[in-house]
């Protein structure tokens, strides 16, 4: 069983920033893909990034790219997304996720954590 948990969000104005922590517990964390995705009301939940259990393979969104950094700390098994120049549209509950195989597809990401709300405002 895998536990993961979000925090940071919060309220922040347009091209502000927020860093989003994911503490993970109950596997060996450092074996693991880590990836952060969105969900807005009425939408589909999308793919944010992913970071790959050495941190030689990060890869982003084109929506996030240049703006957010995803980064990880495998002693401590937690991952970090920092959010950098927000905008009004990335107002989203942000997740992180588990999963054993590098993708973008939620559906194979295993474990997730309860979330957590990013409201930017203008």
């Known amino acids: 069983q895998v536990q993961l948990v979000e925090s940071g969000g919060g309220l922040v104005q347009a091209g502000g920033s927020l860093r989003l922590s994911c503490a993970a517990s109950g596997r060996t964390f450092s074996k693991y893909f880590m990836g952060w995705f969105r969900q807005s009301p009425g939408k589909e939940r999308e793919f944010v990034g992913r970071?790959?259990?050495?941190?030689?393979?990060?890869y982003y969104a084109d929506s996030v790219k240049g703006r957010f950094t995803i980064s990880r700390d495998n002693a401590g098994s937690t991952v970090v997304l920092q959010m950098n120049s927000l905008k009004l549209e990335d107002t989203a509950v942000y997740y992180c996720?588990?999963?054993?195989?590098?993708?973008?597809?939620?559906?194979?990401?295993?474990?997730w954590g309860q979330g957590t709300q990013v409201t930017v405002s203008s």
């Open positions: 996720a588990i999963s054993s195989v590098p993708t973008s597809r939620s559906t194979l990401y295993g474990y």
């Open positions: 970071i790959s259990p050495n941190v030689n393979s990060i």
